[in-house]
């Protein structure tokens, strides 16, 4: 059950990696995928095909097409996510024969590298072209192996494959992103040694079967970042702000027809409020706007001065101008509220309807200025999609498998699961879902 009442007419169940693929879910993929793409030929004999791979070996793989398929509809099901209207574009790039964590951490780069514009890649072999991209970012996914049942399974622990270190340091204060604190705490532990700045890029955890938890260090030329700056304000540059172009979700379990891919990161592009009305906002991450009030010469002594807003609203300025500066692609939120209902209409009139979370669909700020306020959706929870299992939670926030378990449902998560990893079962106390959700783990 969802913590939040009404928040899905559907609560969709635990995953429980031990199970064998079921067979209905499988069926019903395959109907989906055949019906929407009939180029794919007759789905009577995939269907006797599938059928006889899972009972043979309690799961299936699936075709090239169907993978392609699946995760561009698992996007265009994720109900949190504003950017959709784009969903069939998405690159899919099939990195099933990854299994070392050597390998997961080249093709990740490669991953990075391809959706910043940085580099492009052989549609058919996914492998990376010699020479420049078009500097043009894409949304883009890297399928690893699925989850066989009953097996164990790689993963990436962090929550994101770009994200910035927090450090407390003895007086209590934060430098950094309070929000990675006990995560760079436990990579700490594991070795690694950042900086102590305000905008240091965390390594990637990644764990294989074979070869545990291993830290990897991502190449400058993974990483672009945007320094901040305000087209008026020269002071801005002064904050010494920044923040980096693609925010690629690596925690969430892809789901299509009964098939688990637990490592899958994906990466569309920002939407401003993200960064200037979330990240760099909110109280318990950056924090700015004192800061940004305070230079701007505000009344922050009365809260109706308004002075948080006013300081809201020029941080955003600062991050759509600058990522425009930077010729990195990102946009504002009116336009992609327009974008959104463009997209529910032209899903409507293919027949379908498009879920979505209206507390995450609704920008963070000047809500009602854009048209997405303005009405309800439907809830359900269609599949293939992308879940964010309790035990990836965790390993996102602590970087630690012995962390106490997450106490049911947590901002974000769509699902109030029981079983979390493999080997390890917890039932979670039911917790209400804070009234602001945390937009910082929302789906692409
Ligand atoms: N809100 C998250 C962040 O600030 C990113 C979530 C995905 N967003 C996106 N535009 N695809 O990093």
Redesign the pocket.
Known sequence: MSGVPGYRNNPTEAWDPEAATDLAEAEEFLWLFHSEQPSAGPLQPRLAAVRDEIAATGTYTHTGPELQFGARVAWRNASR?I?RLYWNSMLVLDRRNSTTADQIFADTVTHLRIASGGSRVDMSSGVELPGAGNGQMR?TISIFPAAVPGRPYARIWND?LI?YAGYRNVAGSVVGDPRYVEFTQAIAERGWGGKGEAFDVLPLAIETPQEGVRLFELPDAAVVEVPIGHPDFRWFDELGLRWHAV?A?SNMRLSIGGVNYPCAPF?????GA??GA??LADEDRYNLLPVVASRLGLDTTRESSLWRDRALVELNVAVLWSFERAGVRISDHHTESRRFLKHIDKEQRAGRTTPADWSWIVPPISGATTPVFHRYYSEDDQRPAFYLDPIARQLGQTGRLDAPAPTGVISGCPVAHDVTAIGRASVPAPRLRPAVPS??????
Do not use: H, L, V
């Open positions: 996510c950017g949304p994101q994200r925010p979700i990466n569309g592009w920002y939407m993200e960064i979330r990240n937009m910082s783990e929302q789906a692409a």
